[in-house]
């Protein structure tokens, strides 16, 4: 099996749930997890706080983010096991967040 990367992205300025929404969304990502625990086919995976920096070119530039020219932000990632891409995606389709906009990157992660 490889691993894979799925990187999780929701839109900037949040999914404006109620409290009682968002409790009902994190339990959707709770079930994902505990499905993907089940299958042993997760490695690991966390979410990831909204502030970061940016440092780019030769000179270092650092920017304060998330960053105005982007629509989406990174929230989080997981690891998770597959035979291959069309494995991959096919686990990322129990992402609760689509519903919300939200958006899945997946990167093979590379053997060293």
Request: hydrophobic share 40%; glycine share 12%; aromatic share 10%.
């Amino acid at each position: 099996m490889k691993e894979f990367m799925l990187l999780f992205k929701s839109p900037v300025g949040g999914s404006g749930l109620s409290p009682e929404g968002a409790q009902a969304q994190m339990q959707k990502w709770f079930d994902w997890v505990n499905l993907l625990k089940k299958e042993e086919i997760y490695v690991e995976g966390r979410p990831l706080i909204p502030k970061g920096k940016l440092i780019s070119g030769k000179n270092q530039v650092v920017t304060d983010g998330p960053f105005a020219e982007s629509k989406e932000l990174v929230a989080g990632y997981f690891i998770v096991k597959a035979a291959d891409m069309e494995g991959a995606v096919k686990i990322s389709g129990g992402f609760p967040d689509y519903e919300l906009g939200g958006s899945v990157e997946i990167r093979e992660v590379q053997s060293m």
